[in-house]
């Protein structure tokens, strides 16, 4: 396939990131692998549908030789000091920060975002080495008396040890550096296979931790159109002991089910279908201003998005009246243009996804305010979309959207508003307005997600524990949380 490598932008006087890293092959043991006569998967820019570059087909034998990798440097990693994995940590920090530009515009050429969401996604991204660079350090044990005053318990904990983290492409690098390195920051090493849609950020930032002093084998980094059967393979390998998943609730389970045939240790950040609550009393600048966030980070590709918008009656009409105003006046275009606020979908079908969640809830009686129709054009692209009145048997009520369509309906009294948000298997996060502070923390309390903003649109930190309830997942990443899911318990009952 005869492709023109991605140019990207200089941010600093270091080395450049490598757009075309992905291209040279696997990273496996700190070795660029690409076997001769290997199929490739193309990375296709969605701005224009166009090929940016490809990346080998990983076989299962090539999983078997990252695991094998893993296990390789998993002794020595572990062996080293926690001093000295923090301070591996805080330079892939360094690197990444000093490079925004360059991954930004990357990320924003594979996944299509614009660039000031890349930016946003890469200093989130990175920030999750610097808080992991620090919890490296904290990891603490305990040594207690027992009950019976007969003995003491010992508690040590240790890295889990190989995990193999897949990870989505909506956020090409955060979701990755998210399970990386608290991964590290506990002495375990890995395996990562990112999304085929958009593995070239994986593999500039593999080489970007090779630069900081990340050992051969300790990150190993492989794509694969047979997820299925790769994964398999590497789950069922006895050194296995963590599978850390970002997906889909339907991959999830898939996985699961995989995991406990080997009964592997589970973190899994699954789908979501966020309400976002607007109560009368709410600040009407502060709720469309959260809404847009909620909205229409990552043109509405995250799990976090707010799927359904639930507004109270004095307020109903006024916040569609300005929500409309800001969508309408969003400019789309490829993610790379400085200019862009809505960048494309990630592929022709997730834009038929949304075309069909469109027509299913007009087709049931809700009013189009804004968008609603596909553009003519290369790219694929969803113009900024508001419905009104969308009602609650619509498929895009119980589905993630995942795009730029925001779903306005109704809603009356308080229990009617959270009988509404937890009419749903998902539980990842929620939103509510109101400057009835009692009242936000009750009905924070009283839906069933695993995250809630109150009046804020945004509640990803890496110092807070994200992850959901129900269908949304299992574990916490970010904040204290994050590490643990890599440490296991050593009790050792003592007499002294
Ligand atoms: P997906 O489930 O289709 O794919 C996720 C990853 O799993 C990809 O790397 C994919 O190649 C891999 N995969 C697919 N089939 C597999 C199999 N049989 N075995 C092993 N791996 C397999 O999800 P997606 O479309 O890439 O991402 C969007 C989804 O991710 C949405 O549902 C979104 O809500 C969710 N998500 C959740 C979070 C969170 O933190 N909870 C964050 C981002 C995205």
Redesign the pocket.
Known sequence: MNIATPTLPASSALPAIDPAAGARGLYIGGHWVRPAGRQSIPVVDPSSGAVLADVPDATIEDAKAAVDAAAAAARGWRATPPRRRSEILSRCFELMTARTEELAHLISLENGKALRDARGEVAYAAEFFRWNAEEAVRIRGEFTLSPTGANHIVVDYEPIGICVL??????PAA?AT?KIAPALAAGCTVVL?????TPLTAYALAALYEEAGVPPGVVNVLT?TT??P???AMLADPRVRKLS????????R??LA?AARHVLSCS?????NAPLIVFDDADLDVAVEGAMLAKMRNAG????AANRIYAQAGIYDRFAEALTARMSALKVGPGTDASTECGPM?TPAAVGKIERLVDDAVSRGATLLCGGRRPEGAGFFYPPTVLSKVPHDAAMAHE?I?GPVAALARFETEDEAVAFANATEYG?AAYVFTQDLARGLRVARRIDTGMVGLNRGLVSDPAAP???TKQ??LGR?GGAHGVLEFLEAKYIATRL
């Open positions: 897949i990870t989505p492409w909506n956020f979701m998210r296979k990112p999304a085929s849609e694969t997820p299925g790769v994964t398999a998943f970002t997906g889909s609730t339907q991959i999830g898939v996985l995989e899994m950040e699954l789908g979501g590709e995250a799990c976090t990630i993630e995942f990842l994200f992850g959901g949304s997942g990443e």
